[in-house]
C-alpha cells in the first residue's frame, strides 16, 4: 500500500494497544496481524475500586489483561479472606478458564480504577478454529507459562520441605 | 458495585424492558433496522480482516461499502433483463396457465363426480374440488394499489437497511462496548460468555446460509436453463430463497416448477427431468452444502425446528420463518448458558499425573 493511502486509512490507537499486547506472555511471537485479530476477539471494559471481577467457587470462562488499574486476587480460608497478590498493568489471570472451564479458585477485585480485556474461551476456540497457526502458538506460550509456574512451584515446596521446622 | 453504577444498571433493565414493550407493540417498524444488523453482520469479517491489520474502521467501511455496491450493480446489471424477461413472460401466461389450470380441475370434478354419483347420488357434488385459479387472480388484482403501497414501503427498506447497517459498522464496537460498561462486574463474564456463544452459532448459520442458499439457486438456475424451463434465473433465485426455510425449497420451488413447466406443454420426460433436477438438488444440499458449507452450527433437534418453523410463521409470517431456526438457535444458548450453568470437573484427574 503507497503510504500517502496508508496515512489516510492507518489507525494509530491500534499501533499503541498492539504495543501493549506484544508485552503480554501469552501473545509473544504473533505477528502484528494476528496480534490484531486476537485484539479483535477481546472484549475492554473500564473498572471501578471495589467491583468485582469474579469470586471463588463460580465457574471460570475468560482470561483477563489488566490495561491499567490493579486487581487483588484472595482465597477464603477458615480464618477468612487471605490475600494471594496484587496485579497490575500488563498481568493476566483466570487463564485456567481457558485450557479447561473449571470453578475460579479465588476471588478477583479491583483495588484501583482502570480497563482490563477479556478474552472468553469460546472466542479462543473459534481463533483456533478459523486461524490454526495462531491457535498454535497462544497454546504453546500458555504450555510454556503453565511449565514456569510449575517449576516455581517445584522450587517453592522444595525449599519448604529443606527449611527446618 | 458503588451506587452510581447500580442505578445506572437499574435504569438500563428499566429502559431495556420499556424498549422490549415497544417493539412488540410496533415491531413491523423495527424489521428494516434488524435486516440492517443482519447485513452489518454479514460484513463485519470482512471489515474485521482489515481493522486487525491495523487500518480504521470507519474508512475502510466506506471503501466496503464503495466495493459491496459496485458489485451490487454488476450482479443486478447481469441478472436483472432476464430476470425481468421472465417475470414479464410468466405474468403475461398466467390467465392462460389459469384458464388450463381451471380446465383441468373441471375435467377432474367431472370425473370425480361421475364415479361418486353412482354411490352418493346428488350429494356428490358435494365433493367438487372448489377451486378456481381465475378467481385467486382477479383478487389479486383487486389487491394491487395496497401490493404496490407495499412495493413503496420496501423501496424504503432498500434505503433504511444499509443506512442502519453503516452505522452498525462504524459504531457497533463502541455500542457493545457501553453495554459492558453498564453490566454490572460480577454479570461482565457471563454477559461475554453469551455474546461469543451467540456469535459462534449464529455467525456461521447466517453467512452459511446465505452461502448454501446462493449455491442452491446456481444449481437450480443451471438445471432449469439446460432443461429449456422459461423462468430459470426467476425459479432459481426464488429456490435459493425458499431455502432460507427448512424443508421449503423442494416443496415450493420444485412445486411451482412442475406445475409452471407442466403449463408451458413441457413434454413428461423434462417434466420428469425437473423432478429429479429438485430431487438432485435436494441431495446435493443434504450431502454436499450442508455439511461443508453450514456444518453444524445449529444444533437443534428436527422436531425442534418443525415446532420453530410452525412458530415463526405464526409470529411473524415469512419472516418468522426465515427467522425461525436461528432465534431458536440463539434461545438454546442462552437456556444452556442460565438454566443449564453447571459446575465444572477437572479434564483430568490430578492422581493420574506422574512427574
Known sequence: ?165 | MNQGRFWKSVFSLLGLAVAVFFITRVWAVFIPFFLGFILAYLVQPLIGRFEAAGLRRDRVVIVVYLGLIAALALLVALLLPGFLREAQQILAELPRYAQSFDEMVARLNADLTGSLQKILGHRAAAFQIPFRAERMIDAFVETVPSNILSVAHFALWIIIIPFVAFFALTQGRRWIDAIFDLTPAMYVESLLGMMAEINATLGAYIRGQMLEGGCVALVTMAGLGALGFDGAILFGALTGLMNLVPMMAPIVGGGLALLVGYFQGMPASSLFGIFMLFLLVRLLDDFIFIPFVLGHSVRLHPVLIVFAVLAGFELGGFLGLVFAVPVAAVIKVILSLTVGERRFVPLVDERHIVS
Open chain 1, 1 to 165: 500500500m503507497p503510504r500517502w493511502l496508508r496515512r489516510i486509512f492507518k489507525n494509530e490507537q491500534h499501533s499503541e494497544t498492539l504495543a501493549f499486547f506484544r508485552n503480554i506472555s501469552i501473545f509473544h511471537g504473533l505477528s502484528s496481524r494476528q496480534l490484531g485479530r486476537v485484539m479483535l476477539a477481546m472484549q475492554r471494559r473500564a473498572y471501578q475500586a471495589g467491583e468485582k471481577l469474579f469470586e471463588e467457587g463460580h465457574a471460570g470462562k475468560a482470561v483477563f489483561i489488566i490495561k491499567s488499574g490493579k486487581v487483588e486476587l484472595s482465597r477464603l480460608t477458615a480464618e477468612g479472606s487471605r490475600k494471594l497478590g496484587i496485579l497490575g498493568p500488563g498481568q493476566m489471570f483466570g487463564e485456567m478458564a481457558l485450557l479447561e472451564q473449571m470453578n475460579r479458585t479465588a476471588t478477583a477485585t479491583v483495588i484501583e480504577d482502570g480497563e482490563i480485556y477479556l478474552l472468553y474461551t469460546a472466542s479462543l476456540e473459534a481463533l483456533v478454529r478459523h486461524h490454526p497457526r495462531i491457535g498454535v502458538r497462544l497454546l504453546r506460550n500458555m504450555a510454556i507459562m503453565l511449565s514456569a509456574l510449575l517449576r516455581r512451584t517445584n522450587k517453592e515446596l522444595d525449599r519448604l520441605t529443606r527449611t527446618p521446622v
